[in-house]
Nanobody, 122 residues
Framework: QVQLAESGGGLVHTGESLRLSCAAS????????MAWYRQAPGKQRELVAL????????YLDSVKGRFTISRDNANKNTVYLQMNSLKPEDTAVYYC???????????????WGRGTQVTVSS
């Protein structure tokens, strides 16, 4: 079993910052990548930021320069999303995702957190 524990969502005003955290735990053999997705009401879920085991990163165009994804130095199974200069259009439920090989397996699987609400008021 693999669990993802998310935290850090909330209500902020335009221009303010939030930091989301996600910790993966359980029967993990190897993590290939961790990512944050978001889904706004009436819209499809979209990839916001991704970081690989080699610390390569990828960002949604609209968040480049404002959001930063990083992994905890002490616990590589924990990932953060630092969100600065937040805008109302960033309002969504943010989901943590990890692509990993569980103990006893040879294939990679995707796991999802339950989501955390981020609301940015104008």
């Amino acid at each position: 079993q693999v669990q993802l524990a998310e935290s850090g969502g909330g209500l902020v005003h335009t221009g303010e910052s939030l930091r989301l955290s996600c910790a993966a735990s359980g029967s993990i053999l190897s993590i290939y990548a961790m990512a944050w997705y978001r889904q706004a009401p009436g819209k499809q879920r979209e990839l916001v930021a991704l970081i690989t085991i080699g610390d390569n990163t990828n960002y949604l165009d609209s968040v480049k320069g404002r959001f930063t994804i990083s992994r905890d130095n002490a616990n590589k199974n924990t990932v953060y999303l630092q969100m600065n200069s937040l805008k109302p259009e960033d309002t969504a439920v943010y989901y943590c995702n990890t692509n990993l090989i569980p103990v006893g397996n040879k294939l990679r699987y995707d796991y999802w957190g339950r989501g955390t609400q981020v609301t940015v008021s104008s």
